[in-house]
């Protein structure tokens, strides 16, 4: 039985269609990333779970429980949201302890388990403060406390970390991890940041103009996107996208870009027709660095570099199409070429639906 | 930041007139007030220093003690039912109801109309013989009685009435803009945490509008100390001096009665009653970034 | 705001060009912008302007003449006065007089023989030690009955000479199912009923010691007893809904038939004549019960402040000999509504009330000062006593501690 299910949910915003027959279902103690641009849903969608907004049609069930009709307080959910949403008037420690005093439990309980959630986040020394005298990562840590101290059977975030720093969210990314492996709670998580999506999730669900276009594992989302949009949504830079068309050369399925170029042989066989080509950036590099079984080296020419640091990216002329690899940082104009393609690692998809093939 | 001295200097130079003006006739003409209620001026100032007698005629004089005593009964309850009223009145426009436009129009639409307008029409209304009370008989409930105009104990509420419907709209239109300016997700938050409405505006967002509490309370104040001509138009002060007010007061005793130093000097107790009133209001206000 | 400006920046140019040849001039601060009063004091200019002076019009509208007096008074202290103020004749008068800030026209007086032709009460309150600090230019009186004589013939009565015929008509009015008396709630309404009560039934001499002389046995004798318990018996006679009400408002009920009678000053034949209605036809106008020839009287004067100008002292001077002149004086009460303060106005032209008022004016002994009129008491303790009555109409307080509270409120003010 799965913690959370969101079974076939439909909502509009007078004519705008937001969220078209969406189903999720999320595992006991797993940690599900909504990933996907602003404006596509993700939000609504939390906030249907959360009983704050009503879908037109479909249900939600936690814990084998119907709560589509549930009023937010009966569902058993706690929620994290993007500007902590503390209560400016109160102090920490009852900030924390909110929703266990509107549930009834006593004071005395109450006191004790805000201080082992503030003792678990090493919260302790600010709970007489006001939210208005915390840092922004302070707050955030009081806003995961206030969730975690009710113990929900479902935790949900709406973009917790986009207004931390760059470094301070990489610390709490790695919090959030551990917490949710010490607490084994079941988390619903809205991001447009990929990265936190990668880190972050047992699964990813990538939502696009209200639908789910694909849900999994983050590195099958990596490597294997479903369709146009996943693909080119994940990685940075994303993965290059190349329209040309399939024709059967000598029993062989070659895969012909538009605009001339060379011709790709492809390794399994394929109906031929017009196709997009995708490959991610670091399938496209020194012959050297991809293993030798799969490797294809065309002679095309470099356009221009960009040294990031860490790599560097080389984008090719292939056809009229456009080809970024990622090279070691130390390459120059003269040793990029020869470039070679891993041609296991190909994803096709069809561009009249955009979705993999 | 600091200023660079040319600057400090051209800033100062700016305030000058502004300071000087309301130095002169704000802090100016009180400090003379408060010179000429120490004199015996009646018709014409006249510089003589007679200590606090005119503070003890004052206080001595019925008609006086009445119109205190109707300015802290009346600044209460106009202040208190104000702020009540419009706290509830904004807490519905909050609750997003249909044609919020309109209604949030008529609500502050009595703000727009003068005292005088609002103390006639109340006074049409209050009256016995022509409004309420007559038009209930009319419709055939014979026994129905609303006569607080004509009623020496109760005329002082009349100015409640009148001075709530006229400034109630202002309170509201203050604290729907309070509410409207704290963050939804708070909203959110509260409900998660299992809080049932009332208690999410009692607890959290009434809390939250402090400083629009503060505005409010200071606005509502001054029209307290200046609902003058209220009461000149709604009452006359009467019957008798029952609903009289120490504005009114001021001014007959002031410029009608020829006792310029007796004026002077229930206008220096309205000027403190009015300080001891505000400072609250004005320290809460500062508070609000805490 | 912006007319005073004017008229100070015309005094300026005026005082710059000061020489043989500036004709009179006159800069008059005033508060007559109604309809009547106004047209009234265009009689006076358009004379002064026909015999070369030269008028400077300054009227200061608002809180029925509050703003002027305070203007005038803040021009006067200030050293700039206005050559000609509006004021009323009696005790501030005097207090400005007393202060030097009054000069006097006693030459013109002299020659126009002011002391013969006036009542003496307007005389001696023109005056200070002796010389006219004043223009008397008309004369109001306070204790009238309108009445409706249709409504007064339904119910069978006639007009009230005593207050005892009064009783007995309002009770068979009230009967009658119309209002008996009608009044407006606020306390300088409710003291013209006073003072015709306490001339009505105590008579002139009591009414002199009592309101004019403030006599404490007067004030806390028996007498002022039996007056508010005719008060108690009004009390008895006035609806419910006078609270606040205008004195105008009053006089509608009475014109509508809704009242029968209401005591109030003689610039309600205004509103009656508004209404397109002839005195003594369609309505009448009579003395207060029991005042007989005895007439409570205001007057509206002209001040002389001192002044050192050649030009504007010459405006004064002209500006008394034409406000006295008799053609004048009857030009002015008769767009007013008052009578002349002169008593040797020709009568031609003047309404059957008038007519009345005029009559009393020239020959009663008893020409009293009104309780407001700041000719009897001042201002202080006129408010007083209209605090006290006020507080006697809106409790339930016996006579005998209305009288007292009168009293008390006397003795707290002196």
């Given amino acids: 039985m799965s913690a959370l299910s969101v079974q076939d949910i439909g909502k509009r915003f007078g004519a705008t269609p937001v969220l078209s027959g969406v189903s999720l279902d999320v595992a006991e103690g797993e940690f599900m990333v909504l990933l996907g641009p602003s404006g596509c849903g993700k939000s609504t969608l939390l906030n249907i779970v959360a009983g704050l907004e009503e879908p037109d049609a479909g249900r939600i069930v936690i814990g084998g429980r119907d709560v589509t009709r549930v009023e937010p307080r009966d569902r058993d959910i706690a929620m994290v949201f993007q500007s902590y949403a503390l209560y400016p008037t109160m102090s920490v420690r009852r900030n924390m302890g909110f929703g266990l005093r509107m549930r009834g439990t006593s004071r005395g309980e109450t006191e004790a388990l805000v201080q082992e959630a503030a003792r678990l986040l090493q919260i302790e020394p600010l709970l007489d403060r006001r939210p208005s005298q915390l840092s922004g990562g302070q707050r955030q840590r009081v806003a995961i406390g206030r969730a975690i101290v009710r113990k929900p059977a479902v935790f949900l975030f709406d973009e917790p970390l986009s207004n931390l720093d760059a470094k301070l969210r990489a610390e709490t990314r790695a919090e959030l991890r551990d917490l949710h492996r010490r607490l084994a709670a079941t988390m619903l998580y809205v991001t447009h940041d990929q990265v936190e999506a990668m880190t972050l999730a047992t699964r990813i669900a990538v939502m696009n103009r209200g639908v789910i276009e694909q849900v999994g594992p983050p590195q099958e989302i990596y490597d294997r996107p479903a369709s146009l949009f996943v693909a080119g949504f994940t990685g940075s830079p994303p993965m290059n996208l190349i329209s040309g068309e399939i024709v059967a050369r000598e029993g062989q399925a070659i895969f012909q870009p538009d605009g001339g170029g060379p011709a790709l042989p492809l390794p399994e066989a394929c109906r031929p027709g017009k196709i997009i080509l995708g490959i991610r950036p670091e399938d496209v590099s020194d012959p050297l660095s991809l293993p030798e079984i799969s490797r294809w080296i065309p002679h095309i020419l470099p356009l221009r570099m960009e040294a990031t640091g ?4 080389v984008t090719f002329a292939w056809g009229e199409a456009r080809i970024t690899g990622r090279f070691k940082p130390a390459v120059t104009e003269k040793n990029v070429v020869p470039v070679a393609l891993d041609l296991a690692k190909l994803s096709l998809f069809d561009p009249a639906t955009g979705l993999r093939i | 930041m600091r200023l660079h001295r040319r600057d400090h200097w051209a800033a100062l130079l700016v305030l000058v007139p502004t300071v000087a003006v309301a130095g002169l006739f704000l802090f100016g003409f009180a400090l003379w007030s408060g010179w000429i209620s120490l004199t015996s001026s009646t018709l014409l100032p006249r510089y003589d220093f007679v200590g606090w007698l005119q503070y003890q005629r004052l206080f001595a004089m019925a008609r006086w003690l009445t119109a205190y005593r109707n300015l802290l009964v009346f600044g209460v309850l106009f202040i208190g039912f104000s702020l009540g009223l419009g706290l509830l009145l904004a807490i519905l426009l909050d609750r997003k109801i249909r044609g919020e436009g309109i209604l949030r129009t008529i609500y502050l639409y009595p703000m727009a109309v003068s005292f005088v307008v609002t103390g006639t029409a109340w006074r049409w209304i209050l009256d016995p013989s022509l409004g309420l009370q007559e038009t209930a008989r009319g419709l055939g409930w014979a026994s129905f009685s609303f006569d607080w105009l004509s009623d020496p104990d109760r005329s002082l509420y009349t100015l409640v009435i009148a001075g709530v419907w006229q400034s109630a709209g202002l309170a509201m239109a203050l604290f729907l803009a309070g509410l409207r300016g704290i963050d939804g997700e708070i909203v959110k938050a509260a409900r998660i945490d299992g809080a049932p409405v009332w208690k999410i505006y009692a607890f959290i967002l009434i809390p939250l509008l402090k400083p629009a509490f503060a505005t409010a309370g200071i606005l509502l104040s001054v029209t307290v100390i200046r609902s003058f001509d209220l009461v000149v138009v709604l009452t006359g002060g009467g019957p008798g001096f029952s609903s009289d007010l120490p504005s009114r007061f001021m001014v007959e005793m002031a410029f ?8 002077a000097a229930s206008a220096m107790v309205i000027l403190a009653t009015f300080i001891a009133v505000i400072t609250p209001f004005l320290y809460a206000g500062r508070q609000r970034a805490r | 705001m912006k007319s005073i400006l004017w008229a100070a920046l015309a005094l300026f140019c005026l005082a710059g060009t000061a020489g043989a040849q500036t004709p009179p001039t006159a800069e008059v601060l005033h508060w007559w912008t109604a309809g009547g009063e106004a047209k009234a004091l265009r009689v006076i200019a358009d004379r002064f302007q026909a015999e070369g002076g030269r008028w400077i019009d ?19 202290v200030g050293g700039k006065p206005p050559t000609m103020m509006q004021w009323h004749l009696g005790l501030s008068l005097k207090q400005l007089a007393e202060e030097g800030l009054l000069g006097d026209v006693d030459e013109v007086a002299k020659e126009g023989g002011w002391d013969a032709a006036l009542p003496a009460l307007i005389a001696d309150n023109a005056r200070y030690k002796g010389h006219y600090v004043a223009i ?12 409706n004589p249709k409504v007064l013939a339904d119910a069978g009565v006639s007009v009230p000479k005593t207050w005892a015929e009064f009783d007995a008509a309002a009770a068979k009015l009230k009967a009658a199912g119309v209002i008996p008396l009608a009044l407006g709630g606020q306390g300088w309404q409710q003291v013209i009923v006073f003072n015709a009560v306490v001339l009505g039934t105590q008579g002139p001499g009591f009414y002199r010691k009592a309101l004019v002389d403030l006599d404490a046995k007067a004030l806390g004798g028996p007498e002022m007893v039996a007056v508010f318990e005719q008060l108690a018996r009004i009390k008895g ?7 606040n009400r205008d004195w105008n408002e009053a006089t509608q009920l009475v014109i509508k038939g809704r009242a029968a009678m209401q005591l109030m000053g ?25 005042a007989g020839q005895a007439y409570l009287v205001a007057a509206d004067a002209l001040a002389v402040p001192k002044l050192s100008d050649p030009a504007q002292r010459r405006g004064q001077l002209l500006m008394a000999k034409i406000a006295m002149d008799p053609k004048v004086q009857r030009d002015f009460s008769l767009a007013k509504g008052s009578v002349p303060a002169r008593r040797d106005v ?8 008038s007519l009345k008022a005029m009559e009393k004016v020239r020959n009663s002994p008893d020409i009293l ?3 407001g009129s700041s000719m009897g008491v001042g201002a202080a303790e006129a408010g007083a006593i209209t605090d006290a009555v006020a507080q006697f109409f809106a409790s339930s307080m016996s006579p005998t501690q209305g009288a007292r509270t009168l009293r008390d409120a006397i003795d707290a003010i002196r």
């Fill in chain 3, 136 to 147: 008397p230019v008309g004369i109001h009186g306070e204790n009238w009955l309108w009445t």
């Fill in chain 3, 346 to 353: 020709p009568a031609d032209g003047f309404d059957a009330c």
């Fill in chain 3, 369 to 371: 000062p009104a309780l």
């Fill in chain 1, 310 to 313: 860490a790599d560097t990216h």
């Fill in chain 3, 266 to 290: 003689d610039w309600t034949k205004g509103e009656f004549a508004a209404a397109g209605l002839q005195p003594e036809k369609d309505y009448g106008c009579d003395a207060s019960p029991g």
């Fill in chain 3, 237 to 243: 006679f006035i609806d419910p809904g006078a609270t």
């Fill in chain 3, 58 to 76: 300054n009227p200061v509208a608002g809180g029925g003449g509050d703003a002027a007096r305070t203007v005038a008074k803040t021009r006067l």
């Fill in chain 2, 256 to 263: 009608r009665r020829d006792q310029l130093g007796l004026g």
